[in-house]
């Protein structure tokens, strides 16, 4: 089974006179749809536009697992554990909040950031904040999460190019660019598609430009 979201119907939030634009693909913040909770253990999955100088200013998360994965841009993260970078397109972040972390995100650059994030939920709850930055994450490339049991793979397509979807009992798929088909259904950027109990699906880059997909396997 495939259920679909389109783009466009993401909950839009953040704050548009400070620069932020935020599409949450779950119920978020003053959003709540009791049928749209969680997919497993995820728990969000936001698109994030940040215009120069934008910033979420220093905020606490705990016991969640948070990747961020950059598009356009770069974002300036410092928390709370001493951690300081600059993560960038093709860089994959890992927050682990556990019993508690602040961090800041900002954009420091001089054009917009886009950034998707995803947060989910540990298998158990406690530990101390860790941090890891992965530097232009390879096609093909997998990254495990095992605090949440799940793995995250990178997926770029060219043109007519096509991907067998890892197999498990969840599958989450988020388009970052270009057209994609999928079980019948053509994705453009920022459609997501949740899996489940279905293997083997074939992702195919469609039309001229290519395509890129974070692909969730998810127990």
């Given at each position: 089974m495939m259920e679909v979201l389109r783009s466009e119907d993401r909950y839009v939030g953040g704050d548009e006179s400070a620069g932020i634009d935020s599409r949450h693909a779950f119920s978020f913040g003053g959003f709540y749809d009791p049928d749209n909770l969680r997919?497993?253990?995820?728990?969000a999955c936001n698109e994030e536009r940040l215009a120069p100088g934008a910033a979420f200013d220093e905020h606490p998360h705990s016991h969640t697992?948070?990747?961020?994965?950059v598009i356009e841009g770069e974002l300036t993260h410092r928390d709370s554990a001493g951690h300081a970078s600059v993560v960038r397109p093709g860089d994959l972040q890992r927050l682990s909040s556990a019993t508690g972390v602040r961090h800041v995100e900002r954009n420091d650059g001089v054009v917009a950031l886009r950034f998707v994030q995803i947060w989910l939920e540990p298998l158990e709850p406690g530990g101390e904040p860790d941090y890891e930055l992965v530097r232009g994450l390879a096609d093909g490339a997998s990254y495990a999460v095992p605090a949440a049991g799940s793995v995250l793979y990178v997926r770029r397509l060219a043109p007519g190019q096509s991907a067998v979807l890892p197999a498990s009992p969840r599958t989450y798929v988020h388009v970052v660019r270009g057209e994609v088909g999928l079980a019948g259904e053509q994705l453009g950027p920022g459609d997501s598609a949740r899996i489940t109990g279905a293997g083997g699906s074939r992702a195919v880059a469609m039309g001229r430009s290519p395509g890129e997909l974070l692909v969730?396997?998810?127990?």
């Open positions: 997919f497993g253990p995820v728990l697992e948070i990747v961020t994965w969730w396997a998810l127990p």
